[in-house]
């Protein structure tokens, strides 16, 4: 059973400061890692994708992977109250495999 | 550009009568991704269509699940009969042939079965 786990949360920062999501999975085939963004009541969002070791930087945003350590990870720069979601973590072994999902919670 | 189309966004039944839930993906996609969501089990894929033709149903829970996609630009989710514990939000979602985990949702259809 391929499995993605998060923290459940809920993470709290205050507004300006980094938030740092984690996400382990278990399948060490997975090529391609993912998040996504969803708002309360709303449909997930693709907001960064990642294929390669390292991080990738895209606004706000960088996501970083290790793949020996099975770890993908997103942080969030100068948090901002817009970004509290539930950011789900999502890995690809022939199909998506999401995680439960961390709630992010930015305090003015 | 319209995104996914979903239909109903709401739906409330009783339990044993049938639900239908319908799906139009991006035109000129290629894939066609239904899932559900849970506060339990979170975002599980129930099954998904490249051109059409089912590919993966191995999340479909039970025999009472039945996907169709007749056509690039519809597919319908059906459970028949349904049970309380069918209640939670599906989605639809679509992608391109080349970059398939580059999944868009629908609004989705929130389902609750009394």
């Known amino acids: 059973q391929k499995e993605v786990e998060q923290n459940s949360g809920p993470l709290s920062v205050p507004e300006g400061a980094i938030a740092s999501l984690n996400c382990t999975y278990s399948?060490?085939?997975?090529?391609?890692f993912f998040w996504y963004r969803q708002y309360s009541g709303k449909s997930p969002e693709l907001i960064m994708f990642i294929y390669s070791n390292g991080d990738k930087e895209d606004g706000r945003f960088t996501a970083q992977l290790n793949k020996a350590s099975q770890y993908v990870s997103l942080l969030i720069r100068d948090s901002q109250p817009s970004d509290s979601a539930t950011y789900l973590c999502?890995?690809?072994?022939?199909?998506?495999?999401f995680g439960q999902g961390t709630e992010l919670s930015v305090k003015p | 550009d319209a995104g996914v189309i979903q239909s109903p966004r709401h739906e409330v039944t009783e339990m044993g009568q049938e639900v239908t839930l319908r799906c139009k993906p991006i035109s000129g996609h290629d894939y066609l991704f239904w899932y559900r969501q849970t506060m339990m089990r979170g975002l599980e894929l129930l099954i998904y269509?490249?051109?059409?033709?089912?590919?993966?149903d191995s999340g479909m829970p039970e025999d009472r699940f039945s996907a169709k996609m007749p056509n690039a630009s519809f597919s319908t989710l059906k459970i028949q009969p349904s049970e309380p514990r069918d209640s939670a939000v599906y989605f639809c979602a679509s992608s391109w042939d080349s970059q398939k985990e580059t999944q868009y949702f629908g609004p989705g259809t929130r389902l609750l079965v009394l």
């Open positions: 399948d060490r085939g997975s090529q391609s």
């Open positions: 999502a890995v690809e072994g022939g199909k998506l495999i």
């Open positions: 269509f490249n051109n059409n033709v089912p590919i993966d």
